[in-house]
């Protein structure tokens, strides 16, 4: 019996592009139902997973199963219970919100007419549309058009909902009604949110994974990940030239500027030196910890610190 007969199983699933790009390395996760976040930098290989589980592209090696059903061997299957947000899709700038999700609800294959009216009306509503339904789409928000793909994402109510990097470029309050929306399908079937904003995560997600270079380098809860921290993050102001000597002495994961020096947070088990004050772990510094070496499976050297 599958550990979460509901939800989506990823064994050793890697990819290498004809570029000579090793996008995926060995890729195993196991996500149940809910809000799931994959964390990680620009080209970390977020989007190439994404693409994969929504059946765009074959893995080199490995396997997927939604359920009972194989992503790779399955394709037709698997689309017909898949919603995908990619991180940048078009709409027909002249048609409106009604015009062109009745059209894609038909490309769906939900043909009988009543059945298309019930179905995208209850959308619209769902993503706070419906009072704009008439508008063109080319007046739309950012915010407005990423609900409008969400809409299109849960035509046939998928059972695997996938959403690559979907708060880039909102406003607070758009990202805010957006995120509440996710959260929402997420109580009723399996929600993948690719980002690189830790926010995002730590305000919707019951679990996440961390990836960079193509390899997993944490797989937790948030705020069980967060404890694990507690007692082992230091921070210390300093000026920017003195960075390059603390680099030296210290495992530095994040530096920021603050007041016009740089703050910087150090992991160690024990008071690094004078200075430093211990400072309470939060996802952040979670995602650096993984980024630099400091955590995961798949450790590394330490790198040079993040944001100097």
């Keep these: 019996m599958e550990k979460y007969p509901s939800g989506l199983t990823i064994r050793n699933v890697s990819k290498r592009y004809a570029n000579g790009v090793q996008a995926l390395h060995d890729v195993s996760l196991d996500i149940p139902p809910g809000m799931y976040g994959l964390l990680g930098p620009n080209g970390a290989g977020k989007s190439t997973?994404?693409?994969?589980?929504?059946?765009?592209q074959e893995p080199d090696t490995g396997q997927l199963r939604l359920g009972h059903l194989d992503v790779v061997h399955q394709k037709e299957a698997v689309r017909q219970t898949?919603?995908?947000l990619p991180q940048e899709f078009g709409v027909y700038p002249k048609a409106s919100a009604?015009?062109?999700l009745d059209y894609f609800a038909v490309l769906k294959g939900?043909?009988?007419r009543a059945t298309r009216k019930a179905a995208t009306e209850a959308l619209l509503r769902q993503t706070n549309l419906w009072d704009k339904r008439k508008q063109q789409l080319g007046g739309y928000s950012g915010?407005?058009?990423?609900?409008?793909?969400?809409?299109?994402?849960?035509l046939g109510t998928p059972r695997l909902l996938i959403v690559d990097e979907p708060t880039a470029g909102l406003d607070p309050a758009e990202r805010v009604r957006f995120l509440n929306l996710l959260s929402e399908v997420g109580e009723t079937g399996v929600v993948i949110l690719s980002t690189h904003l830790v926010a995002d995560v730590a305000e919707l997600c019951t679990r996440?994974?961390?990836i960079d270079r193509g390899r997993i380098l944490l797989e937790a809860r948030p705020l069980e990940a967060v404890a694990a921290l507690h007692g082992r993050i230091w921070r210390r102001l300093t000026d920017k030239p003195a960075l390059p000597a603390l680099a030296q002495q210290h495992r530095i994961i994040s530096a920021?500027?603050?007041s016009g020096r740089t703050l910087v947070h150090v992991y160690s088990e024990a008071l690094p030196g004078p200075g430093f004050e211990p400072v309470e772990p939060d996802l952040e510094d979670v995602y650096f910890s993984?980024?630099?070496?400091c955590l995961g499976a798949a450790r590394q050297q330490p790198k040079a610190a993040v944001g100097l």
């Design 110 to 112: 939900i043909t009988d």
């Design 208 to 210: 996440m994974a961390i």
């Design 82 to 84: 898949l919603g995908y």
């Design 98 to 100: 009604e015009e062109l």
């Design 49 to 56: 997973l994404m693409r994969t589980l929504a059946t765009l």
């Design 256 to 258: 920021k500027r603050l």
């Design 143 to 154: 915010g407005m058009k990423q609900r409008f793909g969400v809409a299109v994402a849960l």
């Design 290 to 293: 993984a980024l630099t070496g």
